[in-house]
């Protein structure tokens, strides 16, 4: 084979071999392991991907992100409020659900390296990990990606959906009752999923996917509702919804071009 033939052959595999990864997490900056393409891989330590939120046993209840591999820090938020917006409508609730376990690393205050089972024998075995990249300083995210403890400067989470009026009937096989108080938004569609009732404002295909904005469902004054968490934007496993002129770099669920995000539950 001449030389111009064999380098073409290595860049079609190597484009179908990136194609492929780009797919899941491991071509994300959420591979934080030795095999991460992110900046803050790690160069030593450890190539699984999932052990740094995930953990098949000994997980945090405490948190509602499945089998989660991280304590949570114990930073005082400052939420969005009235005192930013006269016109919110909804309640907005402490951080919690979901957001806290993405806080978790990116409030700035917790090393991405404090897991409850590190990867090998044994739940703490004293494994260190040194990462190098710019955006953290010993393992703690810096910058943009450190949204800190001051929320108020953020797109609120916690929030009740749509303004409230949407929420749960309590029954043993609840059913959403109700209908947005503020009608510039999408209304929400919602299933009982095991016996729980889950809303999600759908994007496409009909069903819960994960291109849709996921709400999660939290208890508003007592009472079962739908609401907005870092998560109903953000799949913390896929990157790559983008193209060449609406790169998509930031974990969303549908592509940012022409603001498909905002106006997915804004009708503006
Ligand atoms: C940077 C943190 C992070 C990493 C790394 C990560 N996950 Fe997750 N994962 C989450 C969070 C947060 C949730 C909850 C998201 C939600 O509520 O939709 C989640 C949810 C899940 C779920 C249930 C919901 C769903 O989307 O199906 C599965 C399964 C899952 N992760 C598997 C994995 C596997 C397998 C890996 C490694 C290959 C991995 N995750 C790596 C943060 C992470
Ligand atoms: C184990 C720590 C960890 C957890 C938990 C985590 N992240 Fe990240 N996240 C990172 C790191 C590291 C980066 C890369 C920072 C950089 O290099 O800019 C990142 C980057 C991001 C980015 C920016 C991507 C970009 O290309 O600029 C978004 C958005 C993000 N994370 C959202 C989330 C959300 C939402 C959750 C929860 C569902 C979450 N993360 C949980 C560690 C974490
Ligand atoms: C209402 C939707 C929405 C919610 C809720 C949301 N985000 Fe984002 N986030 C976005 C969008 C859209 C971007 C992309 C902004 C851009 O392109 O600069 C983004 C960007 C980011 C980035 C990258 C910052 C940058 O500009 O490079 C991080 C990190 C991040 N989000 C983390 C979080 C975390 C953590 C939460 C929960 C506390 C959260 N997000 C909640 C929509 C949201
Ligand atoms: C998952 C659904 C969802 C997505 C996606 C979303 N928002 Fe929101 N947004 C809400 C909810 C719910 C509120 C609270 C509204 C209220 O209670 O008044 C809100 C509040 C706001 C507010 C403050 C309104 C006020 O009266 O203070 C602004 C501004 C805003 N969103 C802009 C955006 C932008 C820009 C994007 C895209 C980057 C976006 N939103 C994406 C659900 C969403």
Same mark, same amino acid.
């Given at each position: 084979?001449?030389?111009?033939?064999?380098?073409?052959?290595?860049?079609?595999?190597?484009?179908?071999?990136?194609?492929?990864?780009?797919?899941?997490?491991?071509?994300?900056?959420?591979?934080?392991?030795?095999?991460?393409?992110?900046?803050?891989?790690?160069?030593?330590?450890?190539?699984?991907? +999932?052990?740094?939120?995930?953990?098949?046993?000994?997980?945090?209840?405490?948190?509602?992100?499945?089998?989660?591999?991280?304590?949570?820090?114990?930073?005082? &938020?400052?939420?969005?409020?009235?005192?930013?917006?006269?016109?919110?409508?909804?309640?907005?609730?402490?951080?919690?659900?979901?957001?806290?376990? +993405?806080?978790?690393?990116?409030?700035?205050?917790?090393?991405?390296?404090?897991?409850?089972?590190?990867?090998?024998?044994?739940?703490?075995?004293?494994?260190?990990?040194?990462?190098?990249?710019?955006?953290?300083?010993?393992?703690?995210?810096?910058?943009?990606?450190?949204?800190?403890?001051?929320?108020?400067?953020?797109?609120?989470?916690?929030?009740?959906?749509?303004?409230?009026?949407?929420?749960?009937?309590?029954?043993?096989?609840?059913?959403?009752?109700?209908?947005?108080?503020?009608?510039?938004?999408?209304?929400?569609?919602?299933?009982?999923?095991?016996?729980?009732?889950?809303?999600?404002?759908?994007?496409?295909?009909?069903?819960?996917?994960?291109?849709?904005?996921?709400? &999660?469902?939290?208890?508003?004054?007592?009472?079962?509702?739908?609401?907005?968490?870092?998560?109903? +934007?953000?799949?913390?496993?896929?990157?790559?919804?983008?193209?060449?002129?609406?790169?998509?770099?930031?974990?969303?669920?549908?592509?940012?071009?022409?603001?498909?995000?905002?106006?997915?539950?804004?009708?503006?």
């Amino acid at each position: 084979m001449n030389p111009k033939m064999k380098q073409a052959l290595v860049l079609a595999t190597l484009a179908v071999t990136s194609g492929v990864a780009m797919a899941g997490i491991s071509a994300t900056k959420h591979n934080l392991s030795t095999g991460g393409t992110g900046e803050n891989h790690l160069t030593a330590g450890t190539e699984e991907i +999932c052990v740094f939120c995930h953990t098949p046993h000994g997980a945090n209840t405490g948190v509602t992100a499945p089998l989660w591999n991280k304590q949570l820090p114990s930073t005082t &938020y400052t939420t969005y409020s009235t005192a930013n917006s006269s016109t919110i409508d909804g309640s907005v609730l402490a951080v919690g659900s979901v957001s806290a376990a +993405c806080l978790s690393c990116h409030d700035g205050t917790q090393a991405m390296d404090s897991m409850i089972n590190e990867p090998g024998s044994g739940l703490d075995n004293g494994a260190t990990f040194t990462w190098t990249g710019a955006r953290q300083s010993g393992g703690i995210l810096q910058g943009v990606a450190a949204l800190g403890a001051d929320l108020t400067n953020d797109h609120p989470i916690g929030i009740q959906y749509c303004g409230g009026g949407i929420q749960s009937d309590g029954a043993a096989t609840p059913a959403s009752t109700g209908s947005c108080k503020d009608t510039d938004f999408t209304a929400p569609t919602s299933d009982v999923i095991n016996g729980s009732l889950v809303w999600w404002v759908d994007t496409g295909t009909a069903g819960r996917q994960k291109t849709d904005m996921i709400l &999660y469902t939290r208890a508003f004054s007592g009472t079962d509702g739908p609401s907005v968490e870092c998560a109903s +934007c953000h799949d913390p496993h896929v990157e790559s919804k983008g193209d060449a002129t609406n790169p998509q770099v930031a974990f969303l669920r549908v592509s940012q071009a022409g603001s498909g995000v905002c106006l997915s539950c804004h009708t503006k």
